[in-house]
T-cell receptor
Framework: QKEVEQNSGPLSVPEGAIASLNCTYS??????FFWYRQYSGKSPELIMS????GDKEDGRFTAQLNKASQYVSLLIRDSQPSDSATYLC???????????FGKGITLSVRP | SAVISQKPSRDICQRGTSLTIQCQVD?????MFWYRQQPGQSLTLIAT?????????ESGFVIDKFPISRPNLTFSTLTVSNMSPEDSSIYLC???????????FGPGTRLTVL
């Protein structure tokens, strides 16, 4: 069974710090990786996608992918209280575009 | 990106009844999916809604319990049949455009079964 694992949380960081969120996946054939942010009571919002090894930066967010280690991470620089949410790692597998989600990690940014 | 709406946004239903959830997109999309998010849990794919043909269900989900329609490229419905309290969840549709690997989610339908 193809799995996506995320560090158990919750994760608490002070305002202005770097938050590091990690994810591993079991299907070595996976090619597409995503991070979603979900505020309480809301639906998931896509914030980053990454398809190639290395780093991808978008504003305060950086996604990192290492296919050899089957590892994807999300760094949030200069964390703000508004970043407090649950972050879901998702991996696209198979020809039918099935998206498999990790359990998510709840981030709390302390003012 | 596409604007996705779902109806109803929430409902409280009695055991043994059925509820149909609608998902409408403001532009044509290639792929539409239905997910379930049980309380405190992550998302689980129920099925892929195929336009003009039967939906493709994931392991553990069957058509009799979760019939799905997709009559065109902008609309789909999910019915939760013969409901029990265990069906209390948030049901979400997602869409992906032609050639795109990114999926975007609708606002969700929060279902409570008494």
């Amino acid at each position: 069974q193809k799995e996506v694992e995320q560090n158990s949380g919750p994760l608490s960081v002070p305002e202005g710090a770097i938050a590091s969120l990690n994810c591993t996946y079991s299907d070595r054939g996976s090619q597409s990786f995503f991070w979603y942010r979900q505020y309480s009571g809301k639906s998931p919002e896509l914030i980053m996608s990454i398809y190639s090894n290395g780093d991808k930066e978008d504003g305060r967010f950086t996604a990192q992918l290492n296919k050899a280690s089957q590892y994807v991470s999300l760094l949030i620089r200069d964390s703000q209280p508004s970043d407090s949410a649950t972050y879901l790692c998702a991996v696209l597998t198979g020809a039918n575009s099935k998206l498999t989600f990790g359990k998510g990690i709840t981030l709390s940014v302390r003012p | 990106s596409a604007v996705i709406s779902q109806k109803p946004s929430r409902d409280i239903c009695q055991r043994g009844t059925s509820l149909t959830i609608q998902c409408q997109v403001d532009s044509q999309v290639t792929m539409m999916f239905w997910y379930r998010q049980q309380p405190g849990q992550s998302l689980t794919l129920i099925a892929t809604a195929n336009q003009g043909s039967e939906a493709t269900y994931e392991s553990g989900f069957v058509i009799d319990k979760f019939p799905i329609s997709r009559p065109n490229l902008t609309f789909s419905t999910l019915t939760v049949s013969n409901m029990s309290p265990e069906d209390s969840s948030i049901y979400l549709c997602s869409v992906a455009g032609s050639g795109s690997r990114e999926q975007f989610f609708g606002p969700g339908t929060r279902l409570t079964v008494l």
